[in-house]
């Protein structure tokens, strides 16, 4: 089976500062990893995933994550953030081998990091 | 281009009554789920659907059933609704391959009273 923690619940900044909300997980088997974007009173959306290779990924609206599997850690990053940032942000693991943990590749997600931009 | 369809948007149950969550997908997916949302506990699974005449229990089953109608549709049922049960739920789909990005429909807001 496997957890994810989201380190901060809530993220307040300024617009144009840099921001990072946190990721941890746990998992007995190996796993991908996605950040999923869900803004108010709509379903979620996919920011990004990391399969294999490179561990920085490169998502959609200029964000950014990077895996680090010795903290089991994937920490998504944007440099200078816009007022249309301000969301709800999940992070979610799923196994990569069918049956893995009986877990069946379905996503176990965080709580969420509620990112606020303030002019 | 549609994605990801479910109705009714907006429900209100008394407790005790039943009602079945819609969800269809035009992406030809094998894998569908049903997620409920509620405030600090991110989304948790509810039922899901590896492959068109296949469902196996989530998270957080208990008080739902499922139907996997055909390789589009997938429909939840409250058979006695319990205010336990107010939440926003969401269907979602898969192509159900390893590293496969979930598609997720815009949520039914559903309160039980």
């Known amino acids: 089976a496997q957890s994810v923690t989201q380190l901060d619940s809530q993220v307040p900044v300024f617009e144009e500062a840099p921001v990072e909300l946190r990721c941890n997980y746990s998992?007995?088997?190996?796993?991908?990893l996605f950040w999923y974007v869900q803004y108010p009173n709509q379903g979620l959306q996919l920011l990004l995933k990391y399969l294999s290779g490179s561990t920085l990924v490169k998502g959609i609206n200029g964000f950014e994550a990077e895996f680090n599997k010795s903290q089991t850690s994937f920490h998504l990053r944007k440099p200078s953030v816009h007022i249309s940032d301000t969301a709800e942000y999940f992070c979610?693991?799923?196994?990569?081998?069918w049956g893995s943990g009986g877990s069946n590749y379905k996503l176990t997600f965080g709580k969420g990091t509620l990112l606020t931009v303030n002019p | 281009n549609a994605g990801v369809t479910q109705t009714p948007k907006f429900q209100v149950l008394k407790t005790g009554q039943s009602m079945t969550l819609q969800c269809a997908q035009d992406m030809n997916h094998n894998s569908m789920y049903w997620y409920r949302q509620d405030p600090g506990m991110g989304l948790r699974l509810i039922y899901y659907?590896?492959?068109?005449?296949?469902?196996d229990k989530g998270e957080v089953p208990n008080g739902y059933n499922v139907s996997r109608l055909n390789k589009r549709e997938f429909s939840l049922r409250l058979e006695s609704a319990a205010p336990s049960q107010t939440s926003v739920y969401f269907c979602a789909s898969s192509d159900g391959t390893s590293g496969n990005t979930i598609y997720f429909g815009e949520g039914s807001w559903l309160t039980v009273v």
């Open positions: 659907s590896a492959s068109e005449g296949t469902t």
């Open positions: 998992s007995s088997v190996s796993v991908y």
């Open positions: 979610a693991v799923s196994a990569t081998k």
